[in-house]
Every structure is written in C-alpha cells, then in structure tokens.
C-alpha cells in the first residue's frame, strides 16, 4: 500500500529500524493493515468498507519505530497513520419495509416512501 521509513542523527552507529503498527484494524488475529517489521511497507490485507454499519470513514493507527532493537541502547519514534476510504457506490437503497399495508383517503393526492442507505458516513434516509 505504502512505505513508512525513520532515520535518526546517530552518525557513527549501524542504521536499523525495526517497525510495527496499533490501532484500527491491526489485530493480529484479523489485521486489516500490516507492516513488514524491517522495511516499514505497510499492505492492505482485505479490501476497506467505508460505509456504515460495518465499515468506517477513516481508519487511524501509529506505527513505531525502533532503532538497535534488542540492545540496551534501544530508542523509539512514532508516526500517526490515517486512511480514508474513498465513498463509492456500492449499496443499493432498501425500503423500510417490503410490505406495506395502510389506508389511503379516497381523492388524497400525496403519499410517502421511506427508504434507508448507508452509502454516507452519515445513515441516511
Ligand atoms: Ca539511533
Ligand atoms: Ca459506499
């Protein structure tokens, strides 16, 4: 998807960074987004929803690098990742209801269907 790097001022040292992410969508159990731990590459690991109810407008999380992981000399660095998902138009509008009963005066002109989408971040009617 993207690539992340660090760099530090040390100028006599070996530079090695060691990188890894938390936040949205970085479970490791069912991760979203992961990064390789030595390059800083950020992938995408299942397609994005942006709408609601399932999905989300932006996904947020830090990345974290280390440099001389492992070694008393160990220091850190932080980044803030966001995604946002561009809105397409992928769900179709359903009607509140599929069957609908009522009673309609005799000469009445207007009437009124509700139907409900979410392909806003905002539920829309
Ligand atoms: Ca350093
Ligand atoms: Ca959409």
Do not use: W
């Not at 932080?78 to 005066?105: Q, R």
């Amino acid at each position: 998807m993207f690539q992340v790097s660090a760099t530090d001022k040390d100028i006599s040292r070996r530079s090695y960074f060691r990188y890894s992410i938390s936040g949205d969508g970085t479970d490791p159990n069912d991760p979203t987004f992961t990064i390789e731990r030595t390059t800083g590459r950020i992938f995408l690991r299942k397609p994005l929803d942006r709408d609601l109810p399932h999905g989300r407008e932006v996904y947020q999380f830090n990345v974290e690098a280390e440099d001389e992981p492992d070694t008393p000399h160990s220091l850190t660095g932080f980044s803030y990742v966001k995604v946002k998902p561009l809105d397409i138009n992928d769900n179709a509008p359903v009607f509140v209801t599929s069957d609908l009963h009522g009673s309609v005066a005799e000469h009445c002109n207007e009437g009124r269907l509700e139907c409900k989408g979410y392909d806003m971040n905002v539920y829309s009617e």
